[in-house]
């Protein structure tokens, strides 16, 4: 393998785990929502194309959001704005619904998985250009049994695509009413109550004609170079979602996303 020719690549890994990080502290997306498509790229421009290449991009996403989740979670927790009340009502249901979304992933092919994560990301794209803060659902947040399917069908959805829970859960939390930097904050523990049984579903898995160093679904290589720069800019993104108004980057993220949806749906109907 041409080592020269990965340097690029390997720059690119850098300056999008660093971008990573400051997106799930300032929108609570967990930043599976980029990375996702990032590895996928990454392992078809080295050669490893495969039915299951999308497994390995969305199990290495969630490996990091495993990290970058809990980063976040404490930033915002000193910041007083996780409902854990929230979380405990939600977690066995989102944990549920995580082990279900792995399952399904486990048995489809790559283009299935493209086909998936192009259509949510699209709709939650969608969602992020066009949602008014003031959309209103209902006046708080739904008890059980609402609650709990709400919290299975997020999960199931989020763990088919390799994301954390906030691409979904910020914005209907805050349809019901829940303000945005508490929701921000509550979403970062939806990431790692989907994202660890995830990724634990994930490193089960065999994969065959994975990239080299692939623990199951997991790309050890990939992980080791997104997570240390998730570390330092996650951070910086938390503070940034408390002193400035995130909607004019939100809007720009909208637009990158639907762009990378089509971009994945475009190549899944071989346009």
């Given at each position: 393998m041409d080592f020269a020719a990965l340097l690029p690549l390997f720059l690119l890994l850098v300056v999008i785990g660093a971008a990573t990080g400051v997106i799930a502290g300032l929108l609570g997306v967990g930043g599976g929502i980029v990375l996702v498509p990032a590895f996928f790229y990454a392992f078809d421009r080295l050669g490893f194309?495969?039915?299951?290449?999308?497994?390995?991009?969305?199990?290495?996403?969630?490996?990091?959001?495993?990290?970058?989740?809990?980063?976040?979670?404490?930033?915002h927790q000193k910041k007083g704005a996780v409902d854990f009340a929230i979380l405990r009502s939600w977690g066995p249901f989102l944990?549920?619904?995580?082990?279900?979304?792995v399952l399904a992933a486990s048995q489809m092919k790559s283009t299935t998985l493209q086909a998936v994560f192009g259509v949510l990301a699209g709709i939650a794209g969608l969602y992020m250009a066009f949602g008014r803060p003031e959309w209103r659902v209902g006046p708080q947040m739904p008890g059980q049994p609402t609650a709990g399917a709400m919290g299975v069908v997020l999960a199931f959805c989020s763990a088919l695509m390799g994301i954390g829970g906030g691409t979904f859960?910020?914005?209907?939390?805050?349809?019901?009413?829940?303000?945005?930097?508490?929701?921000?904050?509550?979403?970062s523990g939806f990431g790692i109550l989907i994202s660890v049984p995830s990724v634990l579903g994930f490193l089960l898995l065999h994969v065959p004609d994975a990239p080299p160093f692939t623990l199951g679904a997991v790309n050890l290589v990939a992980f080791a170079i997104i997570i240390?720069?998730?570390?330092?800019?996650?951070?910086?993104?938390?503070?940034?979602?408390?002193?400035?108004?995130?909607?004019?980057?939100?809007?720009?993220?909208?637009?990158?996303l639907v762009l990378v949806a089509a971009n994945m749906i475009r190549k899944v109907l071989g346009w």
């Open positions: 194309q495969s039915d299951h290449t999308m497994q390995v991009a969305i199990g290495t996403s969630a490996a990091t959001i495993v990290v970058t989740s809990v980063r976040s979670l404490r930033g944990v549920a619904g995580s082990i279900l979304g859960g910020v914005p209907l939390m805050t349809l019901y009413g829940l303000p945005i930097h508490r929701a921000v904050g509550t979403a240390p720069m998730t570390l330092l800019t996650t951070p910086l993104g938390v503070r940034l979602a408390h002193a400035m108004n995130p909607a004019p980057l939100k809007r720009a993220f909208a637009i990158f």
